[in-house]
């Protein structure tokens, strides 16, 4: 019997889970949550790693661990291993202006070429254009550049300012796919942009593969880690054809793929996942807040919504919501707002307008399937996770609108769990 620990430090919390390897059971559990905002301070996410280990009741009997987290978030550190400002998170804005910098420079297809990615405010290599240009002090003193699973699990290790060995920096395929300035086809990290990015160089974590592993300070296997959403496929058993969507406040559409997908309208991001294929992703603004703002609407809970939803007939009686309630991603609208159209005497009910909000939903992640069968990603089976999941009208609506069988799993951290299997696999393969 052998214990496991695996990590998701998300936007809001970081979950811990232990697992016996023997049987896959969760065996302990612990959590803590992260400050609000969209710059926040790394400090606090290992304050929150640290309490969230503790009240899983800690790493005596682990043997050992993987950190999933987080995509984008930009860490900089100087020579001595310190944090020199707050990191900038995916969620982060600002830095959209540099996103335009840089597609002027080099072109979106070059650069979806090069890295997979046409860069927008989410991604790393914009944020350190911004650093760049909004506060130069700081970007000269930059020596490394980690995203946030990078730096949790470097701090792990036992590494950080009283022991700041940046070249023990270590990172995976997945979030390194998601700074802009990594190839996921060559494997390697493109200084060219990195350094039009910061305006120098510097040291960018080592990418380890999927069966590649360091250790801790007390010799325990460390993995990888992953980004979030290839944690999520690993926790989620996702395979060859299957297509993630996961329903959270915003949605993310994913699936497993064995070649890379440049996309140079930028609708897809062409990430690796974390066992050595890609993982194409499309992102929505607009997901299981839609029920939420429909729910407050028509003063009813989530279950109340779901039996109205399944009351009306498909189509609403053409009722029909675009559900832009903050602009967009995809498609890339950022300044659109939410339309309701198809209102007659007969069709404006609550029971129609329930359905034509999961109809809504459902229909711009549908695009993001559309997208990926553009470019020839097979998908033959959806698996709904995340909140939105949850709803019974969800459910049964989704195969109709999204045109692919659906599986909803059982919840769970599938992140924290993702990351668990990680740390089974090097566990076994030492």
Not at 122 to 130: D, G, P
Request: net charge negative; charged share 20%; hydrophobic share 45%.
């Amino acid at each position: 019997m052998a214990f496991v620990m695996g990590v998701d430090s998300s936007t809001q919390s970081c979950k811990v889970v232990i697992v016996d390897t023997a049987t896959g059971e969760v065996v302990r559990t612990g959590r803590a949550s992260h400050p609000e905002g969209t710059s926040v301070d790394p400090d606090a996410w290992w304050d929150a790693l640290q309490s969230a280990i503790t009240d899983a009741g800690g790493l005596a009997d682990v043997e050992a661990w993987s950190i999933g987290g987080q995509q984008h978030g930009m860490v900089a550190l100087d020579a001595s291993g310190r944090v020199i400002r707050d990191a900038l998170l995916w969620n982060d804005t600002r830095s959209a202006g540099a996103a335009d910098d840089l597609i002027a420079e080099f072109g979106a297809a070059e650069l979806a070429r090069r890295t997979g990615l046409v860069p927008v405010a989410s991604f790393t290599i914009t944020k350190l254009r911004w650093l760049r240009d909004a506060e130069p002090g700081n970007a000269e003193r930059v020596a490394a550049v980690a995203l946030p699973h990078d730096w949790l699990t470097w701090r792990l290790r036992g590494f950080g300012p009283e022991n700041p060995r940046l070249d023990e920096l270590v990172t995976d395929r997945s979030d390194a796919s998601g700074t802009g300035y990594w190839n996921p086809e060559t494997g390697e990290y493109d200084r060219e942009l990195l350094i039009a990015a910061l305006g120098h160089d510097a040291v960018a974590p080592r990418v380890l593969g999927p069966s590649d592993s360091v250790t801790d300070a007390e010799d325990r296997r460390v993995a990888p880690g992953a980004g979030d959403n290839a944690g999520a496929a690993l926790g989620v058993g996702a395979g060859l054809g299957d297509v993630v969507v996961s329903i959270g406040t915003s949605g993310t559409v994913f699936a497993v793929s064995e070649r890379p997908v440049h996309d140079s309208t930028g609708t897809i991001a062409g990430f690796a996942d974390a066992a050595g294929r890609f993982l194409p992703l499309v992102a929505t603004l607009n997901a299981a807040r839609v029920l939420d703002v429909v729910a407050r609407l028509l003063g009813v809970d989530h279950d109340e919504l779901s039996r109205l939803a399944l009351t009306a007939s498909s189509g609403a009686d053409g009722l029909t919501l675009q559900p832009y309630f903050e602009g967009e991603r995809t498609p890339n609208l950022p300044d659109a707002t939410a339309t309701l159209s198809g209102m007659t005497l007969a069709s404006t009910t609550r029971e129609n307008l329930a359905r034509a909000a999961i109809e809504g939903m459902l229909s711009g992640l549908g695009a993001g399937l559309d997208a990926l069968r553009e470019q020839e990603v097979p998908l033959e089976r959806a698996l709904l996770i995340g909140g939105g999941a949850q709803s019974q009208a969800v459910r049964e609506i989704a195969p109709a609108v999204l045109g692919i069988p659906v599986e909803v799993p059982a919840p769970a951290e599938y992140v924290a769990l993702g990351a668990a299997r990680q740390a089974a696999s090097v566990l076994t393969s030492r």
